[in-house]
């Protein structure tokens, strides 16, 4: 059962427009959202991430923003440039000590120059 | 940031013969790797923890038998699947912790295994 779900699987985007990434995710009991972003043929590497007890978390260029009520997670990347584009993947775990990460399928952002 | 290396990249195998998938964190010690398996248009799914010098913890609904986890070093954590299937085809991929914290994990790039 996938508890976390990215229902969009590519996203393009004019630079410097604000790319937006949905995730949704169905147990209650995560407390821990992350996003990872892939370049082809690398693995995936840590982007931002967010704790339950807030509801929005920004890094530069980068902010996350946590909805608990609706069980949805966004990510923000404003401006958007082309090196941006790779696939991005949500991720969700629960519980302290937990080792074990939900990930969504991923999104495949394109940035058009 | 740390460094994960995973090999092969892919690997094409019979049915019936095993493969075996290394991962190495490069500048750092990890005592604990993870390895991960995605099927096509699926998410990554946890499949086994692995721990320097102790046996490895599964998932629930893998087999341990058949994907053998050996985590011999610090910095050396290996997959082996068991006389592979063709079901058993995916995308493993690798991850170690370089320190505490989710933001301190690193994957490695990935093995496609194909089995005919």
């Known amino acids: 059962d996938q508890q976390v779900k990215q229902n969009s699987p590519s996203l393009s985007v004019q630079e410097g427009r604000i790319s937006i990434l949905n995730c949704d995710y169905t147990n209650s009991m995560f407390d821990y959202f992350l996003w990872y972003k892939k370049y082809p043929a690398e693995g995936p590497t840590f982007l931002i991430s967010i704790s339950s007890i807030k509801d929005k978390n920004e890094d530069g260029r980068f902010t996350v923003f946590l909805n608990k009520s609706a069980k949805h997670l966004s990510l923000h990347i404003v401006p958007s440039q082309p090196g941006d584009s790779a696939v991005y993947f949500c991720a969700a775990t629960g519980q302290t000590g937990a080792n074990n990460l939900f990930f969504g399928t991923g999104t495949r952002l394109t940035v058009i120059p | 940031g740390a460094v994960v290396s995973q090999h092969p990249s892919w690997v094409i195998c019979k049915s019936g013969t095993s493969v075996k998938i290394e991962c190495r964190s490069l500048d750092f010690q990890a005592t604990t790797m993870f390895w991960y398996r995605q099927f096509p248009k699926q998410s990554l799914m946890l499949m086994a923890t692995?721990?320097?010098?102790?046996?490895?913890?599964?998932e629930q609904g893998v087999e341990k038998d058949k994907f053998l986890i050996n985590h011999a070093s610090l910095t050396l954590s290996t997959l082996t699947v068991t006389s592979a299937h063709p079901e058993d085809s995916s995308f493993y991929i690798c991850?170690?912790?370089?320190?505490?914290?989710?933001?301190?994990?690193?994957f490695g790039s990935g093995t496609q295994l194909s089995v005919l």
């Open positions: 991850s170690a912790r370089a320190g505490t914290g989710w933001s301190k994990l690193f």
């Open positions: 692995s721990n320097e010098g102790s046996k490895a913890t599964y």
